[in-house]
C-alpha cells in the first residue's frame, strides 16, 4: 500500500477510536490521594475521634505508599473518624447507570503503640466498620468491610448485614499482605470486586440503606468497632448519565480528513 494512504488511514483510525473513548469515558467524583488532608480534597470529616484513635498523614515521599492512615483503637462514645462525600444530582444521575468504588489500602495489625493484645487485638483484626469503604444510594448501601486473618492476611467482606459487633456478607481473603487495591464495580444491579484488578467475587447487590443516603464514606464508620488502615488512594467514579454517542459526523470528518490528507500529501510531492 502506498506509503501515503497508509498514514492517512493510521490518522483516520487514532481520531476515530480517540473520539469513541473520550465518549465511554468515566468521571471521577471523589478522589482521595496519598498523605493528603482528606478535608483539603472536598471530603467532609465526621466523628469526634476521641483518646484511642489516632489519625494523620504518613508521606513516604512515595506516592504509592504515602497514606492518611486512621488507627481506631477505642470503643469510647464518638471515637470515630470517617470523611463523606455526598453526591449531586447530577453525580446520582450518573450513578444510576454504573459506578466504580476503589481503594489502595494497608491493614493494620494493632501492633503499634499501643500493643493490642487477647480479646482486644481478636476483635481489632475482625472485619467490621472500623475500616470500611462504602457508596450509598437512597436505597441501597454497598460497602466493603476489612480485617485480617490469623496469619494476618487481609479478609474483606462485602457487608450485607450485622451480627452483634462484627459484619456479615461474603468474605475474600487475600493471599498476601501489604498494599491492594480493591475495586467495586456496579453494572446491571449488582456489583463485582475486584482485588488488584482480578475479579473475585461477583453478584453483590448490597444492604439496604434507611439512614445514610447518595453519598461515599471512608474510615473508621462505628464507636464499638477496632481496627486500623494506611488509606493511600480512595476513589469513586460515575458512568455518564446519557452516554455521548459516536455520531456519524465523526467517521464523515474523520474520512474527510483522510481525504485531504491524501489530497495534500501527493500535491507536495
Not at 33 to 43: L, S
Not at 173 to 197: C, K, M, R, W
Request: aromatic residues 10%.
Amino acid at each position: 500500500m502506498n506509503s501515503i494512504i497508509k498514514k492517512a488511514l493510521i490518522l483516520g483510525t487514532l481520531l476515530v477510536f480517540a473520539c469513541m473513548s473520550s465518549a465511554a469515558m468515566a468521571s471521577v467524583v471523589a478522589l482521595h490521594q496519598g498523605a493528603n488532608d482528606p478535608i483539603t480534597e472536598g471530603w467532609a470529616g465526621n466523628g469526634f475521634g476521641n483518646a484511642g484513635l489516632s489519625e494523620g498523614a504518613r508521606d513516604t515521599g512515595d506516592p504509592t505508599t504515602s497514606v492518611w492512615f486512621i488507627d481506631d483503637k477505642s470503643t469510647n462514645f464518638g471515637s470515630s473518624k470517617r470523611y463523606l462525600y455526598y453526591l449531586t444530582d447530577t453525580e446520582k444521575a450518573e450513578a444510576a447507570t454504573g459506578w466504580a468504588l476503589s481503594a489502595r489500602i494497608n491493614l493494620l495489625d494493632g501492633s503499634g503503640a499501643p500493643p493490642l493484645s487477647g480479646e482486644l487485638l481478636e476483635n481489632y483484626k475482625t472485619p467490621n466498620m472500623a475500616v470500611m469503604v462504602e457508596f450509598a444510594t437512597d436505597t441501597t448501601a454497598y460497602r466493603m468491610d476489612f480485617g485480617l486473618d490469623n496469619d494476618n492476611n487481609p479478609v474483606v467482606i462485602l457487608q450485607d448485614g450485622w451480627a452483634g459487633d462484627h459484619s456479615t456478607g461474603t468474605n475474600y481473603i487475600v493471599p498476601t499482605g501489604g498494599f491492594h487495591e480493591y475495586t467495586l464495580i456496579f453494572q446491571n444491579d449488582a456489583a463485582s470486586l475486584l482485588v488488584d484488578g482480578v475479579e473475585v467475587l461477583s453478584g453483590y447487590t448490597g444492604s439496604t440503606n434507611n439512614v445514610h443516603a447518595n453519598r461515599v464514606a471512608w474510615g473508621a464508620f462505628f464507636d464499638g468497632s477496632l481496627g486500623g488502615a494506611e488509606y493511600n488512594i480512595v476513589k469513586f467514579e460515575t458512568s455518564p448519565a446519557n452516554p455521548v454517542p459516536v455520531p456519524g459526523s465523526v467517521f464523515l470528518l474523520s474520512g474527510g480528513l483522510v481525504a485531504g490528507l491524501i489530497y495534500r500529501l501527493k500535491k507536495a510531492k
